[in-house]
């Protein structure tokens, strides 16, 4: 099975930036895709960032252009850099993987932006 692990959150002001990581063990799967996503108190969840297998990538309207997501594969890691940071990025974020078998979710790790 896969286990996934999120790292890189934390406290940062409106303008910064952040950059954090998805560990992933388990590469023996193939993954269709990897994504990031995000929750904040009283909403539904929602897709930020996604990587498919082919390499092709697609954001959120609201992060388009501050946001990237890459992969390192020898690392087993999907990075979410984040640059341009608004306070409506404050939200619990998490990493999904999805494989022929199932869809796998790492604990999730807390990014607050203040203004």
């Known amino acids: 099975q896969v286990q996934l692990v999120e790292s890189g959150g934390g406290l940062v002001q409106a303008g910064g930036s952040l950059r954090l990581a998805c560990g992933a063990s388990?590469?023996?799967?193939?993954?269709?895709?990897m994504a990031w996503y995000r929750q904040s108190p009283g909403k539904q969840r929602e897709l930020v960032a996604i990587?498919?297998?082919?390499?092709?990538?697609n954001y959120a309207d609201s992060v388009k252009g501050r946001f990237t997501i890459s992969r390192d594969n020898a690392k087993n890691t999907v990075y979410l850099q984040m640059n341009s940071l608004k306070p409506e990025d404050t939200a619990v974020y998490y990493c999904k993987a999805r494989t022929r078998l199932d869809d796998y979710w790492g604990q999730g790790t807390q990014v607050t932006v203040s203004s």
């Open positions: 990587l498919a297998s082919d390499g092709s990538t």
């Open positions: 388990g590469s023996a799967f193939r993954f269709n895709f």
